[in-house]
Nanobody, 122 residues
């Protein structure tokens, strides 16, 4: 069993930056693909980015060029750096773990965190 805890969310002005962290416990996640999703009020949860066990990354078009996902296997932690934040980035951000190699759908993920709120004000 894997437990995931997100942190680093908050209120930031549009154009600002945040770094989200996802700390895993229970077992090492070095062999998992780690992903970030987000859910805005009244909207479905959407894929943001993933990084797999070989270091391959992939981003949604909405954050491409503004987001950077990374992992520190020694700390069992995954990060999402978000730059040039826009009001439309406001959402609860979730971390998730998957055994799939290129998972962009939430059905492919086995473990989820509780989420951290990111609010970007104009």
């Amino acid at each position: 069993q894997v437990q995931l805890v997100e942190s680093g969310g908050g209120l930031v002005q549009a154009g600002g930056s945040l770094r989200l962290s996802c700390a895993a416990s229970g077992r090492t996640v070095s062999s998992y693909t780690m992903g970030w999703f987000r859910q805005a009020p009244g909207k479905d949860r959407e894929f943001v980015a993933y990084i797999n066990w070989s270091g391959t990354t992939y981003y949604a078009d909405s954050v491409k060029g503004r987001g950077a996902i990374s992992r520190d296997n020694a700390k069992n932690t995954v990060y999402l750096q978000m730059n040039s934040l826009k009001p439309e980035d406001t959402a609860v951000y979730y971390c998730a773990a998957s055994r799939a190699r290129y998972p962009t759908r939430d059905e492919a993920y086995d473990y989820w965190g509780q989420g951290t709120q990111v609010t970007s004000s104009s």
